[in-house]
């Protein structure tokens, strides 16, 4: 007999504008055709991972939103995914495709030509060709760091704690992820990971990716956190505003614990 999660869950109302506000809705899922995705879990200052150098924006950032997500790994992502294997729901793991050198076994589309042709396009324009020095180069050296070949983010690799288990996919693209889906009638996603803000909203795989190719995306909400700058951590600025746009514009969201009381009415 097929297990049903009663899942709680919540959005943005964004219309009327003038009546805007959060709205509840329990959705009543099939375990088998709903995956719980883990998005961007990268080891970098986890005792796993190479250390932070201070020299660097990488990983998550900055050390606040690195320890947060270690822990948010350790207490909900991990945790989550042993509850769906016992349950029976499917488990995904996406990463970057310039994972490909940790992971051979993967289908990567990462070429020389391909990153080439990347790199031109980030300096297109509608009206004319940046040069990749002056500003633009400032910029990104103020941003990131200089010589990224010589950054954590070189080595970096998917935490170990939520790597994989047995059979289940790893994928670097958005059509990876859709024919994993589609050949097993999966229609719901529940999106662990990171960062809020960033990759879990746009990235190969992430919500709007996949919303566009017809899944209902659900956000737990705090199985994930931004890129938060020592500024920003305090309030948790990156990672409210990403949570508020994936609520508005991607789907829902729901919670750790609305997701174990869920499961638990399942083991009734």
């Not at 943005?12 to 329990?26: F, M, N, S, T, W």
């Not at 879990?41 to 020299?55: A, R, S, T, Y």
């Not at 729901?89 to 076994?105: G, N, R, S, T």
């Not at 047995?166 to 990171?194: K, M």
Request: hydrophobic fraction near 35%; charge should be neutral.
């Amino acid at each position: 007999m097929s297990k049903t999660l009663k899942l709680k869950t919540r959005h943005y109302r964004a219309l009327p504008i003038d009546k805007a506000g959060y709205a509840e809705d329990v959705f009543e899922l099939p375990v088998e055709r709903t995956a719980l995705i883990g998005l961007h879990c990268w080891n970098v200052g986890l005792p796993d991972g190479p250390e932070i150098d201070v020299n660097y924006v990488t990983g998550m950032g900055w050390p606040q939103a690195t320890e947060e997500s270690w822990r948010v790994m350790r207490e909900v992502i991990r945790p989550a995914m042993d509850i769906a294997r016992r349950i029976g729901m499917p488990v995904c793991h996406v990463e970057p495709d310039d994972f490909d050198k940790h992971y051979p076994q993967v289908p990567s589309r990462r070429t020389p030509e391909n990153q080439r042709r990347a790199a031109s396009l980030r300096c297109q324009s509608d009206r004319w060709t940046i040069v990749r020095t002056g500003e633009l180069q400032t910029i990104e050296k103020r941003s990131t760091g200089v010589d990224l070949a010589k950054s954590p983010a070189a080595r970096m690799k998917r935490a170990k704690i939520v790597e994989p288990m047995g059979d289940e996919p790893l994928v670097f693209y958005t059509d990876q992820l859709d024919a994993y889906l589609q050949e097993r009638g999966i229609e719901t996603l529940i999106y662990t990971g990171f960062a809020a803000d960033m990759c879990i909203l746009n990235s190969e795989g992430g919500g709007r990716p996949m919303l566009r190719a017809g899944y209902r995306c659900i956000l737990m909400r705090d199985g994930t956190v931004g890129v938060e700058t020592p500024d920003t951590f305090p309030e948790r600025l990156a990672t409210r505003y990403g949570i508020h746009r994936f609520e508005i514009a991607v789907g829902y969201s729901t919670t750790w614990a609305d997701f174990q009381t869920a499961v638990a009415r399942i083991d009734k």
